[in-house]
């Protein structure tokens, strides 16, 4: 299942999954600024994490619902769902 996953994203972004996936299970906030924020803008655009402006320079950074699936479907082993997901390019 990692390697499915490592071929369609490269082991930073996994990291990162992972990492925002622990911050949302303890329904915690990831405040960062704006330049932590660009180390996520490939979650982002491919619509796997979003953002919100809080305010002056910070931000929150979470999984979004196709990024929570992810992550979901690769921890419990479903591959048949995980490539549904993964084959779904809509952001």
């Known amino acids: 299942m990692l390697v499915a996953l490592s071929k369609a994203f490269d082991l930073d972004a996994l990291d990162r999954l992972l990492l925002l996936e622990q911050f949302q299970t303890k329904n915690d ?4 600024t704006g330049d932590g924020l660009l180390h996520f803008a ?3 655009a491919s619509g796997l994490a979003k953002f919100t402006h809080k305010q002056n320079q910070y931000y929150t950074i979470a999984l979004s619902e196709r990024g929570r ?3 979901a479907a690769w ?3 479903r591959r048949v769902e995980l490539k549904r997901i ?6």
Request: no cysteine.
């Open 86 to 91: 993964l084959s779904d390019h809509r952001p």
């Open 69 to 71: 699936l992810i992550v």
């Open 42 to 44: 490939g979650l982002v």
């Open 75 to 77: 921890r419990q082993g």
């Open 29 to 32: 906030e990831y405040l960062l």
